[in-house]
T-cell receptor, first 113, second 112 residues
């Protein structure tokens, strides 16, 4: 079962605009991570937000976490064509004595120049 | 520090064959995880090794196996390949599974 679900599935914006994508998850978490993947390549870690944090910034990125709603959002400010990629949220799912990092299906962001 | 490396980068096999993929983690990282990525199922966790021991396992059949060596390098093996095993296989390393994962570029496997 999917632990994280991103919304929207796809987003197309113009360069300079802000892009917001959301992630919802099902169980309690220690932290939530956001990753970026350029077409068919490995994932790049963007930011990790812990369960006791509400907001975190990194450059043009802003991540919020609402544990009461089990949701997080990633805001990319002043987007650039190079931000075109898929974005995934990931959380740890504990199941049957095992822990695994579970990714959502991702939001595909296209930034048009 | 050098990043996570995976070999080979591309691989073509036929049904019924077996394949071994290799992953070298970032120096000092003791946790290595493997993921399978397909258009239909997305990113799915295969297994995680820490200090040569499999700590966590995803919901994959026994045809998928792995191991970790004393230098933290890891291999995963898929036996009796099926068409559905065609995917991008990603390896990630980290000091600990709960923290940031550093991904390699992946091995793209095509099963014909």
């Amino acid at each position: 079962s999917q632990q994280g679900e991103e919304d929207p599935q796809a987003l197309s914006i113009q360069e300079g605009e802000n892009a917001t994508m959301n992630c919802s998850y099902k169980t309690s978490i220690n932290n939530l991570q956001w990753y970026r993947q350029n077409s068919g390549r490995g994932l790049v870690h963007l930011i990790l937000i812990r369960s006791n944090e509400r907001e975190k910034h990194s450059g043009r990125l802003r991540v919020t976490l609402d544990t009461s709603k089990k949701s997080s959002s990633l805001l990319i400010m002043a987007s650039r064509a190079a931000d075109t990629a898929s974005y995934f949220c990931a959380t740890i799912l504990a199941q049957g004595g095992s822990e695994k990092l579970v990714f959502g299906k991702g939001t595909k962001l296209t930034v048009n120049p | 520090k050098a990043g996570v490396t995976q070999t080979p980068r591309y691989l073509i096999k036929t049904r019924g064959q077996q394949v071994t993929l290799s992953c070298s983690p970032i120096s000092g990282h003791r946790s290595v995880s493997w993921y399978q990525q397909t258009p239909g199922q997305g990113l799915q966790f295969l297994f995680e090794y820490f200090s040569e021991t499999q700590r966590n396992k995803g919901n994959f059949p026994g045809r998928f196996s792995g191991r970790q060596f004393s230098n933290s390098r890891s291999e995963m093996n898929v036996s009796t390949l099926e068409l559905g095993d065609s995917a991008l296989y990603l390896c990630a390393s980290s000091p600990w599974v709960r923290e940031t994962q550093y991904f390699g570029p992946g091995t793209r496997l095509l099963v014909l």
